[in-house]
């Protein structure tokens, strides 16, 4: 490994035998990078997570067609060249399972299972200010006492589930994407209703139509989607990237979006006509969410990004044969890119198969579910399923629904009640030794997360090393500090179109959510350069006790 072996221990003398240093929430990609780093620099860490395994959002997003839309070879860790160079990807973009069989394969890889402790939530976190330690609460009643708490308990784990007239009485399947069952779901003769058409809903839907009787796609809102363009390595190819492997992650470090690839070098109408729509057919044969960054002011700009939107809306055109239902699957609510883009395998091309019928709920709401059936105003579908593809409280969900309380007994969930603040998207004011990963005011969803995850961590556990160090045992950040960040974020997302849409990047998704852009959007080098220069200026913005 490239991480040095333990150093000497740094507990402190606070501490019980079974007591730890650290408590890490959650063992997706942050978690598991956490309990190996903390555990290299001699912490005494305990891990707890729900699920059975290792894997976080891809342990729990196991339905038909899950796959990121992050290039494999980017989306997985960077600190380890030796993990890089054993393990191969077989596709361009991993499904889901393959994923998850990377993440079992670290976790053996460097026996991160001995400090997890499985199917065990987290239901408090506590400071106790007498010693100014942490006592997490477990679902099997254990109390666990440490002096630092890192929450990696994801940005999009905390599932929503809607509101639906009738549902109570629908004798059906329900099943939500981000929290599928682990055994085979059988949809061979059976009528499939799917509500949401988000990025998890656009990789089912075409999946399901291949087995499933008839698929009904309630559809409240459509969205971009570009075409994947999906293919599996060959060995050669294969073998090139992993030569190269050093190259392209430092690529991708300098890249806004944790992705080894160029930004974009000219403005839409600083080409003619034709050169713009050869730029664009050629980033669309690309495939994939790199299509956002075909042209620099694309999400600055509004007239830039309507030619983005005219250039999608001819191609669902083209690809779907019957104009009403094409037109049914334009997005026209919000500026391209402006809610996550999706990236789909046959999406636009499932809606000219005859068992697949599209609802546009905005003009034929759902009235209430039956036990048998769906009540939509233009009338009653018998189904025997539902799929909610319907999202998540995103990047505060998972955080509030925990009940953490800091200093005072303030409770986390109230402090952020007219929306999240934080400093640097990883310290929140009165819940000193507390740091969050991917949490609001950080780059998290949009940027490459397994990087983004990787840089918090390391950032975290050089300081907690550095207290140590210098005998300081507690690290808060000041409230001037928080809300000088909160105002900086703000800004950066003023300049955006991001604002425009009602994403679940603004929390418009949960109703009565404070809207507020989550996430940073000053892109990942900018960010970690303001951590480091943070660090460097002795924890400028942290009162270190
Ligand atoms: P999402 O993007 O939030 O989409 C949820 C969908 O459900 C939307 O179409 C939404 O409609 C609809 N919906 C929610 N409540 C509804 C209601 N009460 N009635 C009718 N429709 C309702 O969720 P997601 O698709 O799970 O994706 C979330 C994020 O996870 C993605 O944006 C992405 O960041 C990540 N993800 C990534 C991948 C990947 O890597 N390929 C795959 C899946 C997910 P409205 O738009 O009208 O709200």
Redesign the pocket.
């Known amino acids: 490994m490239s991480r040095p072996g333990p150093s000497p221990s740094l507990a402190a003398e606070n501490l019980a035998d079974d007591d730890v240093d650290v408590v890490i929430v959650g063992a997706g990609f942050a978690g598991m990078y956490a309990v190996h780093r903390l555990r290299s620099a001699g912490l005494r860490v305990r891990c707890f997570e729900a699920g059975s395994d290792v894997g976080g959002t891809w342990y729990w ?1 196991r339905y038909p067609g ?5 290039e494999s070879v980017d989306y997985s860790y960077s600190f380890s060249p030796e993990i890089e160079q054993e393990w191969s990807w077989t596709e361009r ?1 991993a499904t889901q399972p393959e994923i998850l069989r990377y993440q079992q394969f670290v976790a053996d890889r460097l026996d991160l299972r001995r400090d997890i402790t499985f199917n065990t939530v987290i239901e408090s976190v506590h400071l106790d200010e007498d010693g100014l330690t942490w006592v997490a609460g477990t679902s099997g009643g254990e109390r666990v006492r440490a002096r630092f708490v890192v929450l990696a308990s994801g940005a ?1 784990s905390a599932v ?1 589930r ?3 007239p009738g549902l109570d009485e629908f004798r059906g399947r329900v099943l939500h ?2 929290a599928w069952p682990h055994e085979p779901v059988e949809f061979a003769g059976r009528v499939v209703a799917v ?9 089912l839907i075409p999946q399901l139509a291949e087995t499933a009787k008839r698929v009904l796609v ?4 459509p ?1 971009f989607s570009i075409p994947a363009r999906n293919y599996r390595y060959d060995p050669e190819q294969l073998a090139r990237l992993k030569a190269n492997y050093r190259e392209r992650r430092a690529l991708a470090w300098r890249s806004a979006a944790g992705t080894p690839f160029p930004p974009p070098d000219k403005s839409t109408f600083s080409v003619d006509d034709d050169e713009r729509q050869r730029i664009f057919e050629e980033k669309w044969g690309v495939g994939g969410a790199r299509f956002t960054r075909t042209f620099l002011d694309l999400m600055t700009d509004e007239r830039a990004n309507a030619e983005a939107v005219r250039f999608v809306h001819d191609k669902i055109r083209a690809t779907v044969r019957d104009p009403q239902v094409a037109d049914k699957l334009l997005p026209r609510d919000h500026p391209f890119g402006t ?2 883009i ?2 789909d395998i046959d999406y636009y091309e499932v809606f000219n198969r005859d068992d697949v019928v599209l609802v546009n ?1 905005r003009e034929d709401p ?1 009235e209430r579910f039956g036990p048998a059936s769906v009540q939509l105003r233009s009338g009653a579908f018998e189904i025997d399923d539902l799929v ?5 409280d ?1 990047v505060t969900g998972a955080l509030t629904r925990i009940d953490v309380r800091g200093r005072h007994g303030r409770l986390l969930r109230d402090e952020w009640a007219s929306g999240p603040q934080s400093y640097l998207g990883m310290a929140v004011t009165g819940f000193p030794n507390l740091f969050i990963v991917n949490g609001p005011g950080s780059p998290s ?1 949009l940027a490459n997360m397994v990087l983004t995850s990787e840089h918090q961590v390391e950032w975290i556990g050089e300081t907690i090393a550095g207290l140590d160090r210098r005998g300081k045992h507690v690290i808060e950040a000041t409230a001037q500090a928080q809300q000088e960040w909160g105002e900086h974020c703000s800004k950066l997302a003023e300049g955006s179109l991001m604002l425009k849409a ?3 990047y603004v929390g ?2 949960i109703p009565g959510k404070p809207r507020v852009f989550l996430p940073y959007i000053g892109g990942l080098p900018r960010y970690m350069d303001e951590c480091a220069d943070v660090a460097q200026d002795s924890y400028r913005g942290f009162a270190v006790t």
Do not use: E, F, H, M
């Open positions: 997003n899950a796959r990121c839309d992050v973009y999009l929503n809607p509101d639906l994407t981000g509500i949401g058409t988000g990025s998890s809903g656009i990789q309630l559809q409240r809102t969205n809610k996550r999706c990236v709920l759902i909610l593809a319907t999202g998540y995103a969803v009602n994403s679940w418009a998704n």
